[in-house]
């Protein structure tokens, strides 16, 4: 983990409203970054990912943009509902694999 | 097809105690990848076979770990003279060629909590 920052650590928003999760990296090697979901006792679930050569990337609700330069990355998630209450990690995938600290988010219905 | 399984779900072992944890990868994949998630954390990365053979090994926290693929689809992770620290929810994942641009299914990971 201390190769990506993740931030916030806890996140809560109101159901309908957008959610937005940032991670910082070091390591300039990475180019993939991947997001997972993870629900209480349950594995980890990718939601969306997005390569070093492309900027955003959209599914539906969830979109990630990526700032190579910068070297920082985001989830936004628009219109939330309950069950996208969960633990969101971010991770930077290169010559190594590093996954940040992850965001607890809840949405209040 | 099935997913990643692991096994046991849940182990409970005392110090000093050896112990291994299971994976089965997806049928197919080629590249297996073992984390350690402590609470509150995120997965931290330990090996990561290409088919038979460790590919990176780096995030092994020392020679008390050690990890085996012999076949090319199951893999063992084997923790020797186990140690308080060590508890932790074991994760195994798996990618169709490996590479570092590869989805990683993960499996439901194993608890193991050392007494």
């Known amino acids: 983990g201390e190769n990506v920052e993740q931030h916030p650590s806890t996140l809560s928003v109101q159901e309908g409203d957008s959610a937005v999760i940032k991670c910082t990296y070091s390591d300039s090697a990475s180019n993939y970054f991947p997001w997972y979901k993870q629900e209480l006792g349950k594995r980890p679930q990718l939601i969306i990912d997005i390569r070093s050569n492309v900027g955003e990337k959209k599914d539906q609700r969830i979109a990630v943009t990526l700032n190579k330069t910068a070297k920082h990355f985001s989830l936004h998630i628009t219109e939330t509902q309950p069950e996208d209450s969960a633990v969101y990690f971010c991770a930077a995938i290169g010559n190594q694999f590093y996954f940040g600290t992850g965001t607890s988010l809840t949405v209040i219905p | 097809g099935a997913g990643v399984s692991q096994t046991p779900s849940n182990k409970v072992t005392e110090k000093g105690k050896y112990v291994e944890l299971r994976c089965d990868p997806i049928s197919g994949h080629t590249a297996l990848y073992w984390y350690r998630q402590s609470l509150g954390q995120g997965p931290e990365f330990l090996i990561y076979f290409q088919g038979t053979g460790a590919a990176d090994d780096s995030g092994l926290p020392n020679d008390r770990f050690f990890a085996v693929r012999p076949e090319g689809s199951v893999s063992t992770l084997k923790i020797q003279r186990t140690e308080r620290g060590d508890s932790a929810v074991y994760l195994c994942?798996?990618?169709?060629?490996?590479?570092?641009?590869?989805?990683?299914?993960f499996g439901p990971g194993t608890r193991l909590l050392v007494l």
């Open positions: 994942a798996s990618s169709l060629r490996g590479g570092h641009q590869e989805t990683q299914y």
